[in-house]
């Protein structure tokens, strides 16, 4: 099966977070995994009350992608963050989740949909054909990501008014993208919207977090699935799951009506998230499943049914049950494909 993976982990009591790139275990030769570390406030190392994953999709740069953004927060607070962006390439690029099986019928004849993360190598000898860029795409996610961690939304905020359309940002040194600022302004923008956020009632030391996210295929092969987790130590404090896939008539991901569309195999069914179409996904799963529960309710009693677990425990939980039925110790989750998602969550937790 093929995946990717993206960590943030914890350094000392100076450090909050450690951000890593993304990973493809089908191809480690054109991954490369990213480190960084950002200093934390000492005073202010205990989160306290909210926890929140927050989760968004949106359009920093230009219309070709479109960015998927998770940042953890702790009141105003950012503990940390993971960009990544989607393009179609050509094919050869490396592949998402189930690109060799029906979901790979949205791509337009000759291209692959794939992350710029897992396609590093690729992308950023692009960058550097097209625009002489000097650091990989992956380097300057990775900048970002740690410049933001530890901050207040207030103080991002600033360095955002502070900075200019089109050029680099001068706080952010070590990220030399000409659309750093959008970037800072999607976390910002994602920090602000609870709507796909999962929040979770906690009292725990930031710097024992870690935040990891992986690209997954264990449900159906029509859509692959983004699993975040949020750990202190080896066990889940929180947890955001998403599915996506081709959907006729659906809400699209952000430019579906503009250069990244022109990937599709058919405009009329674009890429969509199935959070932000949960209730058009939620009436087919009830016309063709008789569903009781929506895709959100499932998702939500799956998020926190994982909280406190091991990702060994999902594993267990996951094979408990028999394979397209629902999972009796997740009882609030009436989801054939429950095992499933625990065991994409597993696996973002490893």
């Given at each position: 099966?093929?995946?990717?993976?993206?960590?943030?982990?914890?350094?000392?009591?100076?450090?909050?977070?450690?951000?890593?790139?993304?990973?493809?275990?089908?191809?480690?030769?054109?991954?490369?995994?990213?480190?960084?570390?950002?200093?934390?406030?000492?005073?202010?190392?205990?989160?306290?009350?909210?926890?929140?994953?927050?989760?968004?999709?949106?359009?920093?740069?230009?219309?070709?992608?479109?960015?998927?953004?998770?940042?953890?927060?702790?009141?105003?607070?950012?503990?940390?963050?993971?960009?990544?962006?989607?393009?179609?390439?050509?094919?050869?690029?490396?592949?998402?989740?189930?690109?060799?099986?029906?979901?790979?019928?949205?791509?337009?004849?000759?291209?692959?949909?794939?992350?710029?993360?897992?396609?590093?190598?690729?992308?950023?000898?692009?960058?550097?054909?097209?625009?002489?860029?000097?650091?990989?795409?992956?380097?300057?996610?990775?900048?970002?990501?740690?410049?933001?961690a530890g901050k207040t939304i207030e103080?991002?905020?600033?360095?955002?008014?502070?900075?200019?359309?089109?050029e680099p940002v001068d706080a952010v040194?070590?990220?030399?993208?000409?659309?750093?600022?959008?970037?800072?302004?999607?976390?910002?923008?994602?920090?602000?919207?609870?709507?796909?956020?999962?929040?979770?009632?906690?009292?725990?030391?930031?710097?024992?977090?870690?935040?990891?996210?992986?690209?997954?295929?264990?449900?159906?092969?029509?859509?692959?699935?983004?699993?975040?987790?949020?750990?202190?130590?080896?066990?889940?404090?929180?947890?955001?799951?998403?599915?996506?896939?081709?959907?006729?008539?659906?809400?699209?991901?952000?430019?579906?009506?503009?250069?990244?569309?022109?990937?599709?195999?058919?405009?009329?069914?674009?890429?969509?998230?199935?959070?932000?179409?949960?209730?058009?996904?939620?009436?087919?799963?009830?016309?063709?499943?008789?569903?009781?529960?929506?895709?959100?309710?499932?998702?939500?009693?799956?998020?926190?049914?994982?909280?406190?677990?091991?990702?060994?425990?999902?594993?267990?939980?996951?094979?408990?049950?028999?394979?397209?039925?629902?999972?009796?110790?997740?009882?609030?989750?009436?989801?054939?494909?429950?095992?499933?998602?625990?065991?994409?969550?597993?696996?973002?937790?490893?």
């Open positions: 099966m093929k995946k990717s993976k993206v960590i943030v982990a914890s350094l000392s009591l100076a450090m909050v977070l450690t951000a890593c790139g993304a990973k493809n275990e089908a191809n480690n030769a054109n991954n490369a995994a990213n480190n960084t570390a950002v200093e934390s406030n000492q005073d202010s190392n205990v989160a306290n009350g909210n926890l929140k994953l927050h989760r968004a999709y949106l359009a920093p740069h230009g219309e070709g992608a479109f960015a998927r953004v998770i940042v953890a927060t702790s009141g105003d607070k950012i503990l940390g963050a993971n960009i990544d962006e989607f393009q179609f390439l050509d094919k050869g690029a490396v592949e998402l989740p189930n690109s060799d099986k029906e979901f790979g019928e949205g791509f337009a004849e000759g291209k692959v949909l794939s992350s710029k993360k897992m396609n590093d190598e690729i992308y950023s000898a692009m960058m550097a054909e097209k625009a002489g860029a000097t650091k990989s795409i992956a380097e300057n996610y990775e900048a970002i990501e740690s410049f933001v103080e991002v905020e600033k360095v955002i008014k502070e900075a200019k359309d089109g040194s070590s990220a030399t993208l000409v659309d750093t600022k959008g970037y800072l302004q999607a976390i910002v923008d994602t920090a602000k919207d609870d709507s796909l956020a999962t929040v979770v009632d906690t009292e725990v030391n930031v710097e024992n977090l870690t935040l990891e996210q992986a690209y997954t295929g264990n449900g159906k092969g029509q859509y692959f699935t983004d699993a975040v987790v949020l750990k202190d130590g080896d066990k889940i404090v929180a947890a955001n799951i998403d599915e996506l896939l081709f959907m006729e008539d659906g809400k699209g991901v952000p430019n579906s009506d503009k250069k990244f569309a022109e990937g599709y195999a058919d405009k009329k069914a674009p890429l969509v998230s199935k959070k932000e179409n949960s209730e058009a996904y939620s009436k087919n799963m009830k016309e063709y499943g008789q569903a009781t529960k929506t895709m959100m309710e499932n998702y939500k009693a799956i998020e926190e049914f994982a909280i406190g677990k091991t990702s060994e425990e999902l594993v267990e939980v996951a094979n408990s049950g028999k394979e397209g039925e629902q999972i009796d110790a997740v009882s609030s989750a009436t989801l054939s494909g429950t095992s499933g998602l625990l065991k994409d969550l597993a696996e973002a937790s490893k």
